[in-house]
């Protein structure tokens, strides 16, 4: 009888570790996911940040330029208006 308990004991204690040891799998499988996923997560918020940081430059590049052709088109606007009044002359002096 004394084998007998003893082989029933062990048998139950290789299913105990068995189940143990699939736990202990599961949760080592769960930790490499969960670390994989926020490496993923780091990755795809920084990008985003990166995205935004080169819109918003492109954003400021793009006003800096419609300033810029704003001002060059008036300077030429100005440079007609002043050829237009350098053409018609001076009128002061001019006898009726």
Not at 1 to 20: E, P, R, T, Y
Not at 27 to 45: A, G, I, W
Not at 52 to 62: D, I, V
Request: aromatic share 6%; glycine share 2%; net charge positive.
């Amino acid at each position: 009888m004394n084998l007998k308990s003893v082989l029933v004991a062990l048998f139950l204690s290789v299913f105990i570790w068995q189940g143990v040891a699939d736990a202990a799998s599961i949760s080592t499988r769960v930790r490499v996911l969960e670390s994989k996923v926020s490496k993923h997560d780091k990755q795809l918020k920084e990008s985003s940040r990166s995205v935004q940081e080169s819109e918003a430059k492109m954003q400021k590049s793009l006003a800096k330029m419609k300033a810029l052709e704003k001002k060059m088109k008036q300077m030429l606007d100005d440079e007609v208006a002043k050829k237009e009044r350098a053409s018609q002359g001076d009128k002061r002096y001019a006898f009726p």
